[in-house]
Nanobody, 126 residues
Framework: QVHLVESGGGSVQAGGALRLSCAVS????????MGWFRQAPGKEREGVAA???????KFSESVQGRFTMFKDNAKVILGLQMNSLKPEDTAIYYC????????????????????WGQGTQVTVSS
């Protein structure tokens, strides 16, 4: 069984930064594609960033250049460094994982992910 636990959410002013972490058990970066998704109030959950089992990373256009990912292979921790935050980044952020060999076009597709964390709130004030 795969378990994911997010941490690091909080409140910050626009232009600030936050760092999220996701502790994963039950799979590794070699066996699971992993990603970050977010859901704002009244909106659908959307893909933010993901990394495939081949090590290729993909970011949504809305966060490209502002967000980066980091990982600890030994501890199986996937992180999301969020810089230059905007009020529109306010959402619950979820970590997710899914097995298989994917094309990069699959990385931000929510339907491909089988396992989800409980989410962590990120609030950006103007």
């Amino acid at each position: 069984q795969v378990h994911l636990v997010e941490s690091g959410g909080g409140s910050v002013q626009a232009g600030g930064a936050l760092r999220l972490s996701c502790a994963v058990s039950g799979c590794t970066f070699s066996t699971c594609n992993m990603g970050w998704f977010r859901q704002a109030p009244g909106k659908e959950r959307e893909g933010v960033a993901a990394i495939g089992t081949n090590g290729v990373a993909k970011f949504s256009e809305s966060v490209q250049g502002r967000f980066t990912m980091f990982k600890d292979n030994a501890k199986v921790i996937l992180g999301l460094q969020m810089n230059s935050l905007k009020p529109e980044d306010t959402a619950i952020y979820y970590c997710a994982a899914g097995g298989g060999r994917w094309r990069s076009s699959d990385f931000l597709n929510i339907e491909n992910y089988n396992y989800w964390g409980q989410g962590t709130q990120v609030t950006v004030s103007s």
